[in-house]
């Protein structure tokens, strides 16, 4: 057993990554929402934070962005800090009123009207893809599946140009890889700046352009992101294309290790295609792609019997929230007709809700409809890898077979 599972409350450290490799970091999650569902790390690599692991005291907190905030010039929303991260400015890292102009110049982008139109386009590439799928040799669900259908989507999503968009989730690697932050900070630095470059061209090309539904075009033209400077460019670029990459990848790998670890899920949504509905949220609260959203107290708080003072880092555990056994019955399971799935908090609550939950939605809805239509049977011939990473829930390889 896990040394920190048994070991005494305080001396637990929920942010030590390997456990995020290893799946030990659900039953520690477990310990803490039993016995300390607030509880303060004193000493970890990040630095001293206070945990939140209930699904209730998440949501709670979320509520109050004044007393909580997101903002970058206080630290931000993840507990890993990079080198640099000083530099970049970006709307999830504000707070009202400086937050709100920002996100709503982007909401247009992500529209129920938008979805539809959309939606063809991901169909075709989903169906062309399930067909063009090795039977019966194996492939890595991941880099086969997941990253091509987000990539795919993400450079539509920009209209960015298609023989160039394997720069996408390579940008996004760099970004979010927990190991290059810490051994490659200047190849980081690098390689997002190859990325603000490379947007840059694009965004002067289309500035003297009559506005077009690309998400680019969209900024361009909106008078809150119209005129960025250098770090919110380069904060807000970075956001959008991790943003767009790794929710709806690694909750696709996760439906793959889901399906054969519960094959009966599997065949009762197969023969009731009518659950996908439940499903798709079920799958994004199975996987919780953000591990956590951190936020640090603007002025000394009482919560829960706790006091939280000025300056105090607050982490939010969302793998934790959307595995309460207050709220989800037996909650480590994928269950594909579970009733209040949609009661997940992967997306966060409030505010800082992610804006791109309904494309998440739409892609993992058309992928399971082609599956189902398919009756593609994904077994696993090999060890899942999972990257040791306490901020996002990263899959990096699911060997499997069709059938």
């Not at 599997?266 to 799958?283: C, F, H, N, Q, S």
Request: glycine share 6%; charged share 25%; proline share 6%.
């Amino acid at each position: 057993m896990d040394d920190d599972v048994i070991s005494a409350l305080e001396a637990i450290d929920p942010s030590r990554a390997d456990r995020f490799a290893d799946g030990s970091i659900h039953p520690l999650m477990k310990r803490l929402r039993q016995e300390a569902p607030v509880h303060y790390c004193a000493s970890s690599e990040h630095g001293p934070f206070w945990s939140i692991t209930r699904h209730a005291d998440i949501r709670e907190i979320e509520l109050q962005p004044e007393r909580f905030s997101s903002s970058y010039q206080r630290g931000g929303v993840s507990l890993i800090q990079p080198p640099g991260v000083e530099s970049l400015v970006t709307f999830i890292q504000m707070d009202p009123p400086d937050h709100g102009p920002r996100r709503q110049a982007l909401v247009p982008a992500f529209s129920a009207q938008e979805m539809t139109r959309l939606s063809e386009n991901i169909r075709n590439r989903t169906s062309d893809l399930l067909d063009q799928l090795p039977r019966g040799k194996t492939f890595d669900w991941v880099s086969d599946v997941s990253v091509r259908l987000t990539t795919d989507m993400l450079a539509t999503l920009f209209d960015f140009p298609w023989e160039d968009r394997h720069l996408l989730p390579e940008w996004t690697d760099w970004i979010v890889s927990l190991e290059r932050i810490q051994k490659e900070p200047q190849g980081r630095m690098e390689k997002m700046g190859e990325m603000a470059a490379y947007f840059l061209r694009l965004w002067q090309e289309r500035a003297s352009t009559p506005e077009a539904p690309d998400l680019l075009s969209r900024m361009i033209h909106s008078g809150a992101l119209g005129h960025m400077d250098a770090p919110e460019f380069l904060g807000n670029m970075a956001t959008l294309v991790v943003g767009g990459n790794d929710t709806t990848r690694n909750t696709m790998s996760g439906l793959a290790i889901a399906f054969d670890q519960w094959p009966e899920e599997r065949e009762k949504l197969y023969a009731d295609t009518g659950l996908i509905i439940t499903a798709v949220p079920e799958a994004i609260r199975w996987q919780s792609p953000a591990a956590h959203m951190r936020r640090t107290v603007t002025e000394d708080t009482e919560f829960r019997g706790k006091t939280f003072k000025a300056g105090d880092s607050v982490v939010m555990w969302y793998i934790s929230g959307n595995r309460d056994e207050a709220v989800f019955e037996n909650p480590d399971r994928f269950i594909a007709d579970r009733k209040n799935a949609r009661d997940h908090i992967a997306f966060g609550y409030g505010i800082h809700r992610c804006l791109g939950a309904r494309l998440a939605e739409l892609q993992l809805r058309i992928l399971l409809e082609e599956m189902a239509s398919r009756k593609v049977i994904v077994r696993r011939v090999g060890p899942v890898v999972r990257e040791a990473h306490p901020f996002l829930t990263n899959v990096l390889s699911v060997p499997v077979e069709l059938h």
